[in-house]
């Protein structure tokens, strides 16, 4: 068995084994590989570490378990977490909210509904009128990073310079740029569409989706007048990036056309406070 495939079949391991005690060391033992050699390839084939890795699973499965009735803290325990700060402070970080918080997004309608299939369009050039919004992070990672917006702004002078020039009918585009800056960072960039007629204002850029193929997903629509309804809107965002990138692109047929650019459109359906939802747009080659 070539080491990717061990690999596959270490992450299934561990994924039926999340209430279990798990290390990297048994699990090195357990394939025999010595523990630096095995953390290294399993860095490089999953983009995480082994400690990583766990962690996440196991907050899937608490969030999961929460979803089912189980109590907080019972499901932190279940899932091998020592400590109920350490659960919630490991859960906010990953899913954007505490437990409880998690809990009362269900009411605005995350969680259990079937995602609905993308419609297929085709597009010309896209030009985008806005401003980036500078961060640490080296890699593209859409699944961790959706709705970023909601986690990261801009300075107040940017955002009230970028919001001066929207009016609630304008078609709004957030992106993850591919070009990093001179420290290796990569930025998001967040503005209006333009019209083939129109020009910006100074102080603001200007960026060109490319024309392509796109995989259309709409958002579940959300109720906004609750109390959790924007961090509910993040959520549904991102559990949207997550369907399509660990199962849609997986059994559609089509890949990921790595010229063109990923993004979230936000319009008008997004001002509905009692059904607000937004598009995902992917550029899809279909399979040869």
Not at 24 to 38: G, T
Not at 199 to 204: A, C, D, K
Request: one cysteine or more; proline letters at 3%; a negative charge.
């Amino acid at each position: 068995m070539g080491c990717t495939d061990m690999m596959k079949e270490c992450r299934n391991y561990i994924d039926s084994h999340l209430e279990s005690e798990l290390s990297a060391m048994e699990l090195a033992k357990r394939y025999h590989y010595s523990y630096y050699h095995f953390c290294r390839i399993f860095q490089i084939s999953s983009g995480m570490s082994v400690a990583s890795y766990i962690r996440e699973k196991r907050l899937e499965l608490a969030a999961e378990k929460v979803k089912k009735g189980t109590g907080i803290f019972e499901a932190a325990l279940e899932v091998g977490f020592e400590t109920p700060s350490g659960f919630v402070k490991a859960f906010k970080k990953k899913f954007g909210c505490t437990p409880t918080e998690y809990l009362k997004m269900q009411a605005c309608g995350i969680g259990g509904v079937q995602m609905e299939e993308p419609r297929f369009v085709a597009l010309g050039p896209i030009h985008v009128l806005g401003h980036s919004c500078e961060s640490d992070k080296k890699e593209l990672d859409s699944v961790q990073n959706g709705a970023y917006w909601f986690r990261e702004k801009g300075s107040e002078e940017k955002q009230k310079h970028h919001h001066g020039h929207m009016d609630e009918n304008t078609v709004k585009i957030g992106l993850w740029l591919k070009e990093p800056d001179a420290q290796g960072n990569l930025s998001y960039f967040f503005g209006k569409k333009l019209e083939a007629d129109q020009t910006g204002p100074e102080g603001l850029n200007v960026v060109t989706i490319p024309a392509a193929e796109y995989a259309v997903f709409t958002t579940r629509p959300l109720d906004m007048t609750l109390e959790e309804g924007h961090k509910a809107f993040a959520e549904s965002i991102r559990e949207t990036w997550k369907y399509i990138y660990e199962d849609w692109l997986e059994t559609s047929g089509y890949d990921l056309d790595e010229e063109g650019y990923d993004f979230e459109c936000y319009d008008a359906r997004c001002k509905d406070k009692h059904a607000s939802c937004m598009d995902i747009y992917i550029p899809v080659r279909k399979h040869k």
